[in-house]
């Protein structure tokens, strides 16, 4: 296969990764949320793009398959990741409630590394549909490639992820200045509720 076919599989994977990364989600609704507070971004940045990393390798080396043939793994990590979502709902409608916490520097003091950390990787290794997605679909299409193309597929589709999160991160501080009105975080917060419950319910039924 020609240098040609090789980067048109890379396209191909960072197209078809953007695809699936870019949705209004949990995970992404808490890197704006923490790019916007500008905090630990590079932490949970990294944290979400490596996750991904992992997750599309996992699925062209053939666990895609494993999981299929397990189903069992799937609702164990979706009941699990729906009580998370719903209970991290909770959490931000409590926010939106309390207006006199929404601001940038007083809500409820800095999130620390530790919780960042923790946060992150439950929202996304909480989610059944990563594995869906990331580990069924992008290896089964990864997969498809001629066996000298599915690794640049898979590596156009980790650029995606580092790519969409960086800029979701780090490009959050242009809002900052909309943010520092503690009505806006009050939007934010029961925007991210509301998300959560959804994505909670919704896990919790199998939709």
């Known amino acids: 296969m020609n240098a040609l076919d090789l980067v048109q599989a890379a396209v191909l994977g960072l197209g078809t990764g953007l695809a699936l990364i870019i949705a209004i989600g949990a995970q992404n609704a808490f890197v704006l949320r ?8 590079a932490v949970v940045v990294v944290i979400c ?14 666990i895609g398959a494993l ?19 719903i209970g991290y709902g909770l959490i931000a409608a409590k926010r939106a409630i309390r207006p006199g916490s929404l601001t ?18 439950a929202l996304t ?14 290896g089964s ?7 000298d193309a599915r690794w640049w597929f898979g590596g156009g589709a980790m650029l995606g992820s580092l790519i969409w999160f960086s800029a979701l991160g780090f490009g959050a501080r242009l809002l900052r200045r909309f943010f520092a009105k503690p009505s806006s975080w009050r939007i934010l917060d029961g925007a991210i509720a509301v998300v959560m419950f959804a994505l909670g319910i919704r896990m919790a039924i199998g939709a």
Do not use: C, M
């Open 141 to 147: 299409v990864a997969n498809s490639q001629a066996p």
């Open 67 to 85: 999981i299929e043939a397990a189903p069992v793994v799937v609702d164990v990590i979706r009941y699990a990741g729906a009580a998370f979502l």
């Open 49 to 62: 793009a490596l996750s991904d990393a992992l997750l599309i390798a996992a699925g062209i080396l053939g």
């Open 125 to 138: 290794w909480l989610n059944p549909h990563v594995y869906l997605d990331t580990v069924l679909l992008l």
């Open 34 to 41: 923490q790019g916007i507070r500008g905090e630990h971004v």
């Open 104 to 121: 940038a520097g007083e809500q409820q003091g800095p999130l620390s590394t530790k919780a960042a950390v923790a946060t992150v990787l």
